[in-house]
C-alpha cells in the first residue's frame, strides 16, 4: 500500500489572497458603483519591453527552420545567457562568476523551493518573519519542520528572525545556530535592504557557525541606494558560504514568461563536496531546461536596447513607489521599503490589526493592499501596497487615503 508525504498535511491553508478575493468580490456584489483599486499584487503589470518581443518573435522564427530548431537545451542553460549574466550582473560589479556556476531555471520560485533537495533533512532553518512563504513551506513539505502552532502562528525547529521597527526591518543575528539561512534582500514584503557592511556581517556569521546563506535577490534591480549590494558575492568570503538566486519577473515582466538563475560557486562546500556538483545533478536529473525563446528573450534584456527599456520599467514602477510613500507619509502614516524596492510597508494606525486596516482601507477608500500577518506573525500590524499598479491609479489611491 503506497504511502503519501504526511509532511503535506501539516501546512496550514494558504489563506491570504482567497480571503482577499473573497473580501473583495463581497465588497464589488454590493457596491458595484465603486471602483477598486488593486495595490495589493506582488505581480508586474507593464508588457513585455519591445526588445523582448522583437527577440521572442526571432527566436520563434527559428524553431520553424530546420537549421535554426532547437530541441532540448543544455542541462545548464544556453552558454549565451549564462555569459550574458555573468558578464553583466557580476563582473560588471567586480565579481567573477565562472559559466559553470550558473543555473539558469524556470523562476526564483522553483530554485528557493527546489534548493531543499541537496540539503540533509535534520538541517535547522532560520527566517525572517514576515517571510516569502516559499522558504518555509517547501521545508514542511520535506520534512525538516516540526509541528505548527496555530496559536504562535510559527512551527517548531524553525529559527524565526522578527524584522520589526525594532530591528529596523532587518534580521538580527539569532540566538540558536542555524544550518540554512533565508535571506531576501531587498525583501519582499517589508521592502526593506541591507546595506553592504550589515549583509557582510551575515556572511561572517554563516562562515563562523557553518551555515549557508540562500540569499534571494529577486528585487535586484529595484536597488537605488550606493550602498547596497546587488549581489551577495560583493561580500568577502560570500562565495564559500552562500548561494544567489536571480529572476527576470521583477525586472523585465517575466512573471508570466518565466526564467530565472542560481549561482553556486564551487568554493561553496560541505567537507569535500562541491554543493555546485550537487545542484548540477539535480538540476540535470529533474529539471529540463528552460524553452530556447525564452532564454532568448532573457538575454535581450542585457543588450544596450533591453537594459534601457527594462529600466524604464523599472522606473516606473519606482515612480508609483515614491508617491505610495510620499501621500502616506504626508496622511500621517508611519512607512518603510519602496526605496529599493517595490513594496511599501505601513504601520496600520490606531492599533488595527493588519487585517482590520484591510477592511477599513477597502471599505473607505476602495483600495486593496495585502494585510502583514499573512506573511508571518510579525508582519501583525502592518501592511503591503506594491508599486505595481498603473500611475493613474496610484495617484488616485493615495488622493483617496489622504483624504480619509
Ligand atoms: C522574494 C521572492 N522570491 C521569488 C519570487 C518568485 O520569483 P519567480 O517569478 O522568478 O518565480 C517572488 C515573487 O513574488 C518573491 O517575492
Not at 517548531?156 to 529596523?168: D, F, H, W
Amino acid at each position: 500500500m503506497f504511502k503519501i508525504n504526511d509532511n503535506y498535511l501539516k501546512l496550514p491553508g494558504s489563506y491570504l489572497f482567497s480571503n482577499i478575493g473573497k473580501k473583495v468580490n463581497a465588497f464589488t456584489s454590493a457596491n458595484p458603483d465603486k471602483k477598486i483599486i488593486r495595490l495589493g499584487i506582488g505581480d508586474v503589470t507593464l508588457p513585455l519591453a519591445p526588445k523582448v518581443i522583437d527577440t521572442l518573435h526571432s527566436a520563434v522564427d527559428e524553431m520553424g527552420s530546420a537549421a535554426s530548431f532547437k530541441g532540448y537545451a543544455p542541462d545548464l542553460g544556453y552558454e549565451f545567457l549564462r555569459q550574458a549574466i555573468a558578464t553583466n550582473d557580476y563582473k560588471a560589479r567586480g565579481v567573477e562568476i565562472a559559466l559553470d556556476e550558473i543555473f539558469i531555471s524556470d523562476g526564483a520560485k522553483s530554485d528557493s523551493g527546489n534548493i531543499g533537495d541537496i540539503f540533509a533533512v535534520d538541517n535547522k532553518i532560520a527566517v525572517c518573519d514576515p517571510v516569502y512563504p516559499v522558504y518555509v513551506d517547501t521545508n514542511v513539505m520535506a520534512g525538516r519542520t516540526g509541528e505548527y502552532n496555530v496559536e504562535t502562528e510559527r512551527w517548531s525547529n524553525v529559527i524565526y528572525m522578527p524584522c520589526t521597527e525594532a530591528t529596523g526591518f532587518a534580521p538580527e543575528l539569532p540566538s540558536q545556530t542555524p544550518d540554512i539561512i533565508y535571506l531576501c534582500f531587498p525583501n519582499n514584503p517589508t521592502g526593506a535592504t541591507l546595506n553592504k557592511a550589515e549583509l557582510q556581517k551575515w556572511v561572517d556569521y554563516a562562515l563562523k557557525v557553518g551555515a549557508v546563506i540562500v540569499y534571494d535577490a529577486a528585487y535586484e534591480a529595484y536597488i537605488s541606494e550606493e550602498d547596497v549590494p546587488h549581489t551577495i558575492y560583493e561580500c568577502e568570503g560570500a562565495k564559500e558560504c552562500s548561494i544567489e538566486i536571480r529572476s527576470f519577473s521583477k525586472n523585465a515582466g517575466f512573471t508570466g514568461t518565466r526564467l530565472g538563475f542560481t549561482v553556486i560557486p564551487k568554493e561553496l562546500k560541505s567537507g569535500d563536496t562541491m554543493l555546485n556538483s550537487l545542484w548540477a545533478r539535480r538540476h540535470g536529473t529533474k529539471f529540463n531546461g528552460a524553452p530556447y525563446i525564452i532564454q532568448k528573450a532573457g538575454e535581450a534584456i542585457y543588450t544596450e536596447e533591453g537594459k534601457a527599456q527594462t529600466r524604464q520599467q523599472v522606473e516606473y514602477y519606482m515612480n508609483n513607489a515614491k508617491i505610495i510613500r510620499d501621500g502616506l507619509a504626508a496622511a500621517g502614516y508611519s512607512v518603510s521599503g519602496g526605496v529599493n524596492a517595490p513594496y511599501i510597508w505601513l504601520k496600520t494606525p490606531d492599533k488595527m490589526t493588519s487585517w482590520e486596516f484591510f477592511d477599513y482601507l477597502l471599505n473607505e477608500a476602495n483600495v486593496v493592499g495585502t494585510p502583514g500577518s499573512g506573511f508571518g506573525p510579525s508582519g501583525e500590524g502592518y501592511f503591503r501596497l506594491t508599486a505595481f499598479g498603473t500611475y493613474e491609479n496610484t495617484l488616485e489611491a493615495m488622493e483617496r487615503i489622504k483624504a480619509l
